[in-house]
């Protein structure tokens, strides 16, 4: 399996990681030993040495209890009141503040707003005594409300990932909130804020350790970094980013005719402007600063963010699907951004969108690397393309030359966009249901658009604008391929499939090494071959090409 190369500063830090703790290998238990043997060596970025299981541990600490009997119930930590209660004091001072500014009278509003401090910390104590969670055999259960009581039950075999949030102010208290996604989930189903942050480390490994049908106090598998986005690159890669720069080039427009038409209140337009261009940096840089990609037997470990961190567990075998997108500014330097659907993810707009970047920016071949290891025996440049025929000009006249779609044995792929190129690749596995499209100007010019659905997310598999047999015969043969794949594929309990193709393929894991340099040194190549109707187009560069 290839591994990321460390291309303009990417890859791991061999000075960074130089020095650390070895005893989270050495504490690993026999079963995931196995799934460790192919690793050249752990390097854990927390120097996580196993879990601490001394008696105790307080609020957040883990109880000696049977696995099968589960666990005590357990109360969130005490500071939980003071985090949570601002809601309570934001809702009190907009409510009751309103007449005592409006007045200026800045002794009663003062007043107020100690009442409102007193009400949100009684408020959220009552919400953190009534919290409870615990762990019953294979389930999660959570107890909440105070007035409406509520019980939630949550299977840990099927969690699709396991994120630790610690916003600014969480960090400064030694805490962190556990968030745990889970399918068909509209939010986090069942967020845990908030924990300190030695316990909320120790429960997610306990989480995912029951997740593979592991011991309870299995140590934290050890982990190796893949990738590290300099911050730089970051950046520059934010700049030259098409939604930065349409903020600059409305805020430069607004404010230059303004200026010419001498209109005061003219400026007051500029303010939408900065705060796009203010938000495009917040939400890609600040939010992705420090972004590094590490892979475990639990799976991809993902860490991120400079004010507020980040810290995800995606599972193997639980992509839906994955998004290639290049910008047109990123094109000379070969850049392009991995997201990937996560059942749980997609349904939470922005924050969905942010949790679901699996890389924001790298070279090609290091992003190719990562790639094969969410789709393991996937060539997305080797899926032959079949683009769109030559009368689909009429409805996109400038783009139609870049729509093209895939199939081989394992995925579906499409493309799309000649400023923003966007490849989506979906293994047939994943696929949910297949869907065949003709708007009436599409009936006029003999033409349909074919989907292939999966969860909500940023992946969006569409063919557009193919000829109706093509789209027939996708509509047609998808479903079996589909069928096909899920009689075959493996299970998806986290760590076994790992541990089973290392079982079953002891020397492969040696030779990596020299597969690795020989693949990702290689130039990217186009976006697959492209054949079938207007076979013309064959030799076109793909969206991928470095």
């Known amino acids: 399996m290839a591994e990321p190369s460390p291309a303009a500063g990417f890859g791991p830090d061999p000075a960074a990681d130089a020095g650390r703790p070895m005893e989270a290998a050495n504490a690993v238990s026999p079963t995931r030993a196995v799934e460790g043997s192919g690793m050249e060596g752990p390097e854990d970025a927390d120097g996580v040495t196993g879990r601490d299981r001394a008696a105790g541990d307080g609020v957040a600490g883990v109880n000696s209890v049977d696995d099968a009997a589960g666990t005590e119930l357990r109360r969130l930590h005490p500071a939980t009141p003071v985090l949570n209660g601002w809601k309570y004091f934001a809702l009190a001072v907009a409510v009751v503040g309103q007449d005592a500014v409006r007045d200026l009278d800045f002794r009663l509003f003062g007043l107020q707003v100690l009442a409102a401090v007193v009400l949100g910390v009684v408020f959220g104590s009552f919400s953190w005594w009534f919290t409870k969670y615990r762990i019953e055999g294979e389930e999660l259960r959570i107890e909440s409300g105070f007035l409406f009581r509520r019980s939630r039950r949550i299977r840990i075999d099927r969690l699709q990932a396991v994120d630790i949030v610690r916003p600014v102010l969480a960090r400064f208290l ?26 909320a480390q120790r429960l997610r490994a306990e989480l995912l350790a029951r997740a593979a049908g592991l011991a309870a106090d299995t140590p ?15 950046l520059a890669s934010t700049v030259v980013s098409a939604p930065f720069l349409t903020a600059v080039l409305g805020f430069a427009i607004v404010g230059v005719a303004a200026i010419i038409a001498r209109e005061i209140v003219g400026l007051a337009f500029l303010l939408p402007w900065a705060v796009g261009g203010l938000s495009v940096v917040w939400r890609q840089f600040i939010g992705e600063f420090g972004f590094t ?22 599972p193997p075998g639980r992509v ?19 997201s990937v659907d996560v059942a749980g993810y997609g349904a939470k707009g922005a924050e969905g969108q942010t949790s679901s970047t699996l890389l924001p920016v790298a070279p090609w071949p290091v992003a190719r690397a990562l790639l094969e290891r969410v789709l393991p025996g996937v060539d997305v440049d080797g899926v032959v393309r079949v683009p769109a025929p030559r009368r689909a000009r009429w409805l996109r006249p400038i783009g139609w030359r870049f729509l093209r779609h895939g199939v081989d044995e394992q995925v579906f792929v499409t493309d799309a966009g000649w400023l923003t190129r966007r490849t989506s690749v979906v293994p047939h596995v994943k ?8 708007g009436p100007l599409q009936r006029r010019l003999d033409l349909a658009t074919v989907h292939v659905d999966t969860p909500v997310g940023p ?10 047999a093509v789209a027939r015969e996708l509509s047609e043969s998808q479903p079996e391929r589909s069928r096909q794949a899920r009689l075959v594929a493996a299970p998806e309990r986290w760590m076994q499939v790992r541990a089973r193709e290392r079982s079953d393929v002891p020397d492969q894991a040696a ?9 990702t040194d290689r130039p990217a190549q186009p976006g697959g071959t ?9 030799g076109e560069p793909g969206p991928l090409n470095t």
């Open 174 to 199: 030694g805490v962190a909130e556990l968030r745990l996604e889970v399918a068909g989930g509209g939010k986090t189903e069942a967020p845990l804020a908030y924990l300190n942050e030695p316990g």
């Open 220 to 234: 934290e598998a050890p982990e190796r970094r893949l990738v590290a986005v300099p911050p730089g690159v970051l």
């Open 293 to 314: 990609v590490s892979e475990s037997p639990d799976g991809l470990r993902i860490r991120k963010g400079l004010l507020d961190t980040w810290s995800q567990t995606v």
């Open 320 to 338: 839906q699907g994955v998004e290639i997108e290049q910008q047109f500014l990123w094109r000379p330097k070969g850049w392009v951004k991995l």
């Open 431 to 438: 696929m949910q249901s297949i869907r065949v499209t003709q």
């Open 459 to 468: 992946v969006n598999a569409v063919a557009m604008h193919r000829d109706p």
């Open 511 to 519: 030779d990596q090494p020299d597969q690795v340099a020989d693949r």
């Open 530 to 538: 492209a054949g079938g109707v207007d076979g013309a187009h064959a």
